[in-house]
């Protein structure tokens, strides 16, 4: 498989584990030393076991988690992969209603013993334009 | 690529935006970035987000741009990322102090020989509890 076209399938497998709320997954395509700017919090994760924490535990007050890309692009330079795009994030917490954040996402992969794995993330909210 | 010398590069990238050097700045990009940044749309390649930084700091009489907490990795020896906490403050030229606290996400990787930034992510830092 190409290199793009096994980005591309890497891609969407992270996205079917977010949407299944499946942090164990989810967690299986990251880089040790990920750190990721996620879209809640002003604080930056660093590294899987951080990460995963947060993961688990996020999943874990909601119902549901929808993260729809919209047209998303991909590309690889050398052994660098990178998936952009905006996206729907729709989340249904358990002790709360259902809302959906439009928001910005810039994933970052690095080829590792032959796997993409996530080496940053950087999810932000749609600005206003003020 | 050693983190020292991404370490190194990031803190150019804001130099040049200090001294208002957007040539410099601009110089440190590939010409075929994406970039997201403080608006809601994205930016695809270099021209385009040169365009936007070309208007932005006309209006601006003074600015400094710094990193907060850098986390500067490098993978494979061809590919550096900088996840950072960023201060922007500005004095436009009619008076107004604009100060924007963010994220940055920025992703060099070598070509023809040069360190080039390929894609970068600025976005406002989420309120806490957002």
């Known amino acids: ?130 | 690529m050693s983190v020292q010398e991404i370490e190194s590069l990031a803190q150019q990238f804001c130099d040049a935006f200090n001294k208002k050097d957007l040539k410099k700045a601009l110089d440190m990009l590939s010409d075929d970035l994406e970039v997201f940044d403080h608006v809601p749309y994205r930016f695809d390649n270099k021209e385009q987000f040169a365009q936007f930084m070309s208007g932005a700091i006309e209006s601006i009489s003074s600015m400094n741009f710094g990193f907060r907490q850098p986390s500067c990795r490098v993978f494979n020896d061809d590919v550096g990322i900088v996840n950072a906490y960023d201060a922007f403050t500005g004095v436009t030229k009619d008076g107004k102090v604009q100060t924007i606290h963010g994220r940055t996400t920025l992703v060099f990787v070598k070509q023809k020989g040069q360190w080039k930034i390929v894609s970068a992510h600025f976005s406002p830092l989420p309120h806490a509890g957002s």
């Open chain 1, 1 to 130: 498989m190409a290199d793009i076209d096994d980005l591309k399938a890497t891609f969407e497998q992270v996205v079917a584990a977010i949407c299944r709320r499946d942090a164990g997954a989810y967690s299986g395509f990251w880089h040790e030393q990920i750190v990721a700017f996620p879209p809640f919090s002003p604080f930056a994760v660093e590294g899987k076991t951080t990460l995963r924490q947060l993961a688990e535990a996020n999943f874990a007050n909601t119902e549901s988690v929808t993260f729809s890309p919209v047209n998303p692009q991909c590309r690889v330079i050398g052994s660098t992969g990178i998936v952009w795009g905006h996206t729907a994030l729709t989340r249904k917490p358990k002790d709360g209603p259902l809302s959906t954040m439009f928001a910005r996402f810039t994933f970052i992969f690095a080829k590792t013993d032959g796997q993409w794995r996530e080496v940053a993330v950087h999810v932000s909210q749609l600005p206003t334009g003020g």
